[in-house]
């Protein structure tokens, strides 16, 4: 039984979705635990205590950070959206209070980075956030977005 969306207008909503998408995100950076290598001291006379020549000196640790910039539309949640559900006869909210937390809509990329091991933090127009929910995924006629909640930190 033939659709009722052929594949060409199926591709033609796809590519609007992405433009959209282009045309209103903007980029994030995700920083992942950093990588933690060990340096080890060779044995000599210079690093041993006085005393103790044969002991091994612990390593040293070196961290490297692993960070990536992705693009992302964002949503800031305020009292608004909270309003709206209990109040519906008021036309506008009087004011908006940002209660600290947001959305954002990303692409696959950014969702398999972001669940690639740990996220330290993520850096949204010079605020910094972390990650609140795991992924909730968003599909329409072949276009599939990610969304996460984030709260902003302290």
């Not at 282009?22 to 920083?31: A, E, G, L, P, V």
């Not at 947001?102 to 980075?113: L, N, T």
């Amino acid at each position: 039984m033939a659709g009722f969306v052929s594949d060409s207008e199926k591709a033609g909503v796809v590519a609007v979705f992405s433009g959209s998408f282009d045309t209103w995100s903007r980029n994030i950076i995700i920083f992942k635990e950093p990588l933690k290598t060990a340096i080890p001291i060779p044995p000599s006379q210079d690093n041993n205590l006085f005393g103790f020549e044969d002991q091994q000196q612990d390593p040293i640790y070196t961290y490297t950070l692993k960070s990536g910039i992705y693009p992302a539309i964002i949503k800031y949640m305020d009292i608004e959206s909270n309003l709206s559900m209990s109040a519906p006869l008021l036309p506008e909210p009087l004011f908006h209070v940002y209660a600290g937390h947001i959305s954002i809509k990303v692409k696959r990329d950014c969702r398999d980075y972001l669940n690639d091991g740990p996220t330290d933090r993520i850096i949204v127009d010079n605020r910094t956030y972390l990650q609140e929910s795991d992924e909730r995924k968003q599909t329409y006629m072949g276009s599939e977005y990610y969304i996460f909640t984030l709260r902003k930190t302290q």
